[in-house]
T-cell receptor, first 112, second 108 residues
Framework: DGGITQSPKYLFRKEGQNVTLSCEQN?????MYWYRQDPGQGLRLIYY???????QKGDIAEGYSVSREKKESFPLTVTSAQKNPTAFYLC???????????FGQGTRLTVV | GIQVEQSPPDLILQEGANSTLRCNFS?????LQWFHQNPWGQLINLFY?????KQNGRLSATTVATERYSLLYISSSQTTDSGVYFC??????????WGAGTKLIIKP
């Protein structure tokens, strides 16, 4: 099936550890995005990538890092510098920027 | 930057009722998306509607770009329609700006 796959669905991390969230798409989309959602809130943009080997910071990039070495993959690393990492993380892709975006099922990260 | 406001923030209805959700935006846009976030967190695309009217089953949407608003209509509500409905529009950097959502609860 075509779509966007995020893994894992649930992730637990100890304070001080880095953790990487996976996002893969087989839609041949150029643009990919990472969002963070806190309980009862809307989505906030962490990073986005318009094309392979390029990415830009969003509104809340501090404490996060990304890479875009392949068109189909856009992993997000939550570093120990992120003060409040517990949240729901959503990955999205679109054919290009400013076109219809589609979302994965999300990863719930909990710091224990 | 562009502002997006959704109303009402919360809506509780009986199964079978109809509803209208509104999305206002502060500047002209060249596209708008409506999403449904189900209780498990998945964001489901409903409509990509820069202007005009689209229908998909019991759902329809109308965007009046010149007046800077969009409406989402849900007819004959079912319990599976419960969740949060978001609208999102692109800013000048083509990044989606999100409303705060309308939380819809459909009671059986």
């Amino acid at each position: 099936d075509g779509g966007i796959t995020q893994s894992p669905k649930y992730l637990f991390r100890k304070e001080g550890q880095n953790v990487t969230l996976s996002c893969e798409q087989n839609l041949n989309h150029d643009a990919m995005y990472w969002y963070r959602q806190d309980p009862g809130q809307g989505l906030r943009l962490i990073y986005y990538s318009q094309i392979v080997n390029d990415f830009q910071k969003g509104d809340i990039a501090e404490g996060y890092s990304v890479s875009r070495e392949k068109k189909e993959s856009f992993p997000l690393t939550v570093t120990s510098a992120q003060k409040n990492p517990t949240a729901f993380y959503l990955c999205a892709s679109s054919p290009q920027v400013n076109t219809e975006a589609f979302f994965g099922q999300g990863t719930r990260l909990t710091v224990v | 930057g562009i502002q997006v406001e959704q109303s009402p923030p919360d809506l509780i209805l009986q199964e079978g009722a109809n509803s209208t959700l509104r999305c206002n935006f502060s500047d002209s846009v060249n596209n708008l998306q409506w999403f449904h976030q189900n209780p498990w967190g998945q964001l489901i695309n409903l409509f990509y509607i820069p202007s005009g009217t689209k229908q998909n089953g019991r759902l329809s949407a109308t965007t009046v770009a010149t007046e800077r608003y969009s409406l989402l209509y849900i007819s004959s509500s079912q319990t599976t329609d419960s969740g949060v409905y978001f609208c999102a529009v692109p800013d000048s950097n083509y990044q989606l700006i999100w409303g705060a959502g309308t939380k819809l609860i459909i009671k059986p």
